[in-house]
T-cell receptor, first 111, second 112 residues
Framework: ELKVEQNPLFLSMQEGKNYTIYCNYSTTSDRLYWYRQDPGKSLESLFVLLSNGAVKQEGRLMASLDTKARLSTLHITAAVHDLSATYFCAVDWDAGNMLTFGGGTRLMVKP | KAGVTQTPRYLIKTRGQQVTLSCSPISGHRSVSWYQQTPGQGLQFLFEYFSETQRNKGNFPGRFSGRQFSNSRSEMNVSTLELGDSALYLC???????????FGSGTRLTVV
């Protein structure tokens, strides 16, 4: 059974600071996704990482994938309040389209 | 382009009733998958359909079922509703494996 673990589960940070969210998964996969969810809303796709060593950046967020370590990171640079949300990583494995999600990281950025 | 459309957005049902949720994928996307999100269990995979065939099913009781039509629209049905079925149900569509998933706005089901 595939397990996906995120840490931390909750992150409170000051504006302007940097931080990293970690996503570990338990089986071989080279397809990893990051999503953002605002309260009461659906999932917004942030990054699609499809190979070992993949690195993608959008604004203050950068995601990377190390398939050998079974680890993805989401790095936040100079956080701003608008980044406050819950972030999920998800791994796609086996035949067919089925995602296994991590438990989510609730990020609060304080002014 | 139009995104993934889920209807209805909100539903309130009574225990023991059944409910049908609908999902229209992005035009050209043939894969539709369903997820349940609850505060306690997080996001869990329900099932996935491709070209009207169920390819994968998550660990949910038989009360949860689904189908996909020839136009790729999908429905999921929950029979004999229980209080624990209260959740946000999300549908996602995908073009091909590995191309990413686009989620709909979800249907929030409340069972009373």
């Amino acid at each position: 059974e595939l397990k996906v673990e995120q840490n931390p589960l909750f992150l409170s940070m000051q504006e302007g600071k940097n931080y990293t969210i970690y996503c570990n998964y338990s089986t071989t996969s080279d397809r990893l996704y990051w999503y953002r969810q605002d309260p009461g809303k659906s999932l917004e796709s942030l990054f699609v990482l499809l190979s070992n060593g993949a690195v993608k950046q959008e604004g203050r967020l950068m995601a990377s994938l190390d398939t050998k370590a079974r680890l993805s990171t989401l790095h936040i640079t100079a956080a701003v309040h608008d980044l406050s949300a819950t972030y999920f990583c998800a791994v796609d494995w086996d035949a067919g389209n089925m995602l296994t999600f991590g438990g989510g990281t609730r990020l609060m950025v304080k002014p | 382009k139009a995104g993934v459309t889920q209807t209805p957005r909100y539903l309130i049902k009574t225990r023991g009733q059944q409910v049908t949720l609908s999902c229209s994928p992005i035009s050209g996307h043939r894969s539709v998958s369903w997820y349940q999100q609850t505060p306690g269990q997080g996001l869990q995979f329900l099932f996935e359909y491709f070209s009207e065939t169920q390819r994968n099913k998550g660990n949910f009781p038989g009360r949860f079922s689904g189908r996909q039509f020839s136009n790729s629209r999908s429905e999921m049905n929950v029979s004999t509703l229980e209080l624990g079925d209260s959740a946000l149900y999300l549908c996602a569509s995908s073009l091909v494996e590995g191309s990413g998933y686009t989620f709909g706005s979800g249907t929030r089901l409340t069972v009373v």
